[in-house]
């Protein structure tokens, strides 16, 4: 989902941040988005209804009689929203989701889609939030399409709760001579698309002179670029750092895959919720508040690897 992008960009999805190495917990099952109207599969995360919960009364009445928030998610973005080998949803969004059910009193529940159509989801009512390591940035709160720049809709807001950055990787031992993005020009990236990475593609592809054309594949999902990377269709792949990290230590026992130079565009993931939603969206913020406070959060990102990443606070709409 590095939509799961670049931040600071003109555009996208991302996913990622300075987030430190990426701890290997539960199955690997890496990134991604998929066509929602291909995929209606539900998966609950492991938040449950309480009765008497600290912030339950913050909720809207409806939210709260349902006991339900539906979560719209790319569930194929390892470490941050997967499946494990059972098929359960697991990851750092999950669970980040869950500590707030505890303290809202109701479950959050993850329902599968393609990353690039999330926020569509969102504006339809198919979902009442989205999570999924989505780029906070002021085209998504603004609704403005990054690539042609005219306004597409009626934007979003966010709730803010961890820093990340974009990465390429390559085949390991096979780097192409690709050190950075400057050295992309003659060669074949594969992106997630309406990610940031995708974002940042285009951008460097309007770079390159003639004769050294820098060729995109956009894929539905994260897993899908990566195994068109493995297969060796492509030169390089990008994704949001914690994804590129978790896809060099896990894919092949770490034997396929190693990150090239350093990440870029750090910017906030951010939980989107329609700009009508407000009170849905402050509630949303205090739960995160509430367990950064009470230390969840910080179990939370040191089990998935993502502590360097954290945030002191969560605050709406902090993306550049």
Same mark, same amino acid.
Request: aromatic share 4%; charged share 25%; hydrophobic share 35%.
């Given at each position: 989902?590095?939509?799961?992008?670049? *931040?600071?960009? $003109?555009?996208?999805? @991302? *996913?990622?941040?300075?987030? =430190?190495?990426?701890?290997?917990?539960?199955?690997?099952?890496?990134?991604?988005?998929?066509?929602?109207?291909?995929?209606k599969s539900k998966d609950s995360g492991s938040g449950s209804s309480v009765a008497g919960a600290p912030l339950g009364d913050k909720l $809207?009445?409806?939210?709260?009689?349902?006991? +339900?928030?539906?979560?719209? @998610?790319?569930?194929?973005?390892?470490?941050?929203?997967?499946?494990? @080998?059972? =098929?359960?949803?697991?990851? !750092?969004?999950?669970?980040?989701?869950?500590?707030?059910?505890?303290? !809202? =009193?109701?479950?959050?529940?993850?329902?599968? %889609?393609?990353?690039?159509?999330?926020?569509?989801?969102?504006?339809?009512?198919? /979902? #009442?939030?989205?999570?999924?390591?989505?780029?906070?940035?002021?085209?998504?709160?603004? %609704?403005?399409? $990054?690539?042609?720049?005219?306004?597409?809709?009626?934007?979003? #807001?966010?709730?803010? /709760? !961890?820093?990340?950055?974009?990465?390429?990787?390559?085949?390991?031992?096979?780097?192409? &001579?690709?050190?950075?993005?400057?050295?992309?020009?003659?060669?074949?990236?594969?992106? +997630?698309?309406?990610?940031?990475? +995708?974002?940042?593609?285009?951008?460097?592809?309007?770079?390159?002179?003639?004769?050294?054309? !820098?060729?995109?594949? $956009?894929?539905?999902?994260?897993?899908?670029?990566?195994?068109?990377?493995?297969?060796?269709?492509?030169?390089?792949?990008?994704?949001?750092?914690?994804?590129?990290?978790?896809?060099?230590?896990?894919?092949?026992?770490?034997? #396929?895959?190693?990150?090239?130079?350093?990440?870029? +565009?750090?910017?906030?993931?951010?939980?989107?919720?329609?700009?009508?939603?407000?009170?849905?969206?402050?509630?949303?913020?205090?739960?995160?508040?509430?367990?950064?406070?009470? &230390?969840?959060?910080?179990?939370?990102?040191?089990?998935?690897?993502?502590?360097?990443?954290?945030?002191?606070? @969560?605050?709406?709409?902090?993306?550049?």
């Amino acid at each position: 989902m590095t939509a799961r992008s670049t *931040r600071r960009s $003109p555009a996208a999805h @991302s *996913r990622l941040a300075a987030v =430190g190495a990426i701890a290997v917990a539960g199955a690997l099952l890496l990134t991604g988005c998929g066509d929602q109207t291909k995929d209606k599969s539900k998966d609950s995360g492991s938040g449950s209804s309480v009765a008497g919960a600290p912030l339950g009364d913050k909720l $809207p009445a409806d939210i709260r009689n349902k006991g +339900e928030i539906k979560v719209g @998610s790319d569930i194929a973005y390892a470490p941050v929203e997967f499946k494990d @080998s059972s =098929g359960n949803v697991t990851g !750092l969004d999950p669970d980040l989701a869950a500590a707030m059910g505890k303290q !809202l =009193g109701v479950k959050l529940t993850f329902e599968n %889609g393609t990353f690039d159509g999330l926020l569509t989801g969102l504006r339809s009512g198919r /979902y #009442d939030i989205a999570m999924s390591a989505m780029t906070d940035n002021k085209n998504r709160q603004q %609704g403005v399409d $990054p690539d042609t720049g005219k306004k597409v809709g009626e934007g979003v #807001d966010f709730v803010d /709760y !961890l820093t990340a950055g974009v990465s390429i990787y390559t085949r390991k031992g096979d780097t192409q &001579g690709i050190t950075g993005w400057a050295d992309l020009c003659g060669k074949k990236i594969a992106v +997630e698309r309406g990610t940031v990475s +995708e974002d940042l593609a285009k951008q460097e592809a309007k770079k390159c002179p003639g004769g050294k054309k !820098l060729s995109i594949e $956009p894929f539905d999902d994260d897993q899908q670029s990566q195994t068109r990377l493995r297969s060796g269709g492509v030169d390089a792949a990008s994704s949001d750092f914690p994804v590129a990290a978790y896809a060099v230590k896990t894919s092949g026992g770490g034997k #396929d895959f190693q990150t090239v130079g350093q990440q870029v +565009e750090a910017a906030p993931y951010g939980i989107a919720v329609s700009k009508e939603a407000t009170q849905l969206r402050d509630a949303l913020q205090a739960a995160m508040n509430a367990i950064i406070k009470n &230390g969840e959060y910080a179990k939370i990102l040191q089990k998935w690897g993502a502590q360097d990443g954290a945030v002191q606070q @969560s605050v709406i709409n902090g993306g550049k």
